[in-house]
């Protein structure tokens, strides 16, 4: 059971909007710097959103993040086939001293 | 381009050893912190191990504490990590990933990843 909180699932159809959480304590999320990965099968994972809310050059504007006190959130926009995969939220953790990594949630598009 | 290369996967049985690689290239290695990730069949990403720049701050997950070793060599380009005593639930695939430029004493975000390279422990 991982120490960061996702939904396992969620779906929309195309073109409609996604939302996912991620949700820690004052020592990880609260406190620290929040990315979200994509990973689809059998491929490394990608950096999609770092410090929450900021975008790597090349991710497109679909994607977008925030942070609320203990919590992270991460939108996909404008849902394309193409987004079924699995999204991993992460975040250090200053108290355990150890980088956490939550369930993943898997996105399906309808 | 970023290019992240590992090797030295393999098959090991129970209690060995295994060091595997992460060749780096694209960017200037020495100035950038990396971790190694691992992720077991049909799970989720877990992280291994930290190293800064100059190895001045290291940081390993509870499970490979006192079995496993990550070092680096900069006039190589080269990620290193040492695995001993290895166990059954070892086994993955394990990825190297440069850290964000200014991640100090730990890791921040991970914009680059290897390929992975897979890790089995069996009798």
């Known amino acids: 059971q991982s120490v960061l909180t996702q939904p396992p699932s969620v779906s929309a159809a195309p073109g409609q909007k996604v939302t996912m959480s991620c949700s820690g304590s004052?020592?990880?999320?609260?406190?620290?710097?929040v990315s979200w990965y994509q990973q689809f099968p059998r491929t490394a994972p990608k950096l999609l959103i770092y410090?929450?809310?900021k975008r790597p050059s090349g991710i497109p504007d679909r994607f977008s993040g925030s942070k609320s006190g203990t919590s992270a959130t991460l939108d996909i926009t404008g849902l394309q086939s193409g987004d079924e995969a699995v999204y991993f939220c992460?975040?250090?953790?200053?108290?355990?001293?150890?980088?956490?990594f939550g369930g993943g949630t898997k996105v399906t598009v309808l | 381009e970023v290019q992240l290369v590992e090797s030295g996967g393999g098959l090991v049985k129970p209690g060995g050893s295994l060091r595997i690689s992460c060749a780096a290239s694209?960017?200037?290695?020495?100035?950038?912190?990396m971790n190694w990730f691992r992720q077991a069949p049909g799970k989720g990403l877990e992280w291994v191990a930290f190293?800064?720049?100059?190895?001045?701050?290291?940081h390993y997950t509870d499970s490979v504490k006192g079995r496993f070793t990550i070092s680096r060599d900069n006039a190589k380009n080269s990620l290193y990590l040492e695995m001993n005593s290895l166990r059954v639930e070892d086994t993955a695939v394990y990825y190297c990933?440069?850290?964000?430029?200014?991640?100090?004493?730990?890791?921040?975000?991970?914009?680059?990843w290897g390929q992975g390279t897979q890790v089995t422990v069996s009798s």
């Open positions: 190293i800064s720049s100059t190895s001045s701050f290291i």
């Open positions: 694209g960017f200037t290695f020495s100035a950038f912190s």
């Open positions: 992460a975040t250090w953790d200053s108290s355990l001293q150890v980088v956490l």
């Open positions: 004052s020592s990880n999320i609260g406190s620290n710097f």
């Open positions: 410090d929450a809310d």
């Open positions: 990933a440069k850290d964000d430029p200014f991640s100090g004493p730990y890791p921040k975000w991970f914009d680059s």
